[in-house]
């Protein structure tokens, strides 16, 4: 998770003084929303999984973690429906 953090603190630009434990607990709490949503998803060959992870960190840092929900839901269905016809 602290490698994911680091590429999060990145590409989003969270400041430095943002602490990499609030990042890490975030992707932990994002992660387990979406192992729920689409269970035996790995993260590391899973770039969708992990889009969607990150920008649900992204969405955590500002307060707005109902609006990822919202704002991916398309998303989130069409990986979910995709896992299901790919047999995974």
Do not use: C
């Not at 953090?5 to 590409?11: D, F, K, L, Q, T």
């Not at 943002?18 to 790995?42: H, I, M, S, T």
């Amino acid at each position: 998770m602290e490698k994911l953090a680091v590429e999060v603190r990145r590409e989003f630009q969270i400041p430095p003084y943002f602490p990499d434990e609030a990042l890490v607990q975030y992707l932990k709490e994002g992660k387990e929303r979406l192992d729920f949503l689409n269970p035996g998803r790995n993260i590391e060959e899973d770039m969708t999984f992990r889009m969607l992870l990150k920008n649900y960190v992204y969405y955590a840092y500002h307060h707005k973690v109902s609006e990822w929900e919202q704002n991916y839901a398309a998303v989130i269905l069409s990986w979910q429906l995709g896992s299901e016809t790919n047999g995974d």
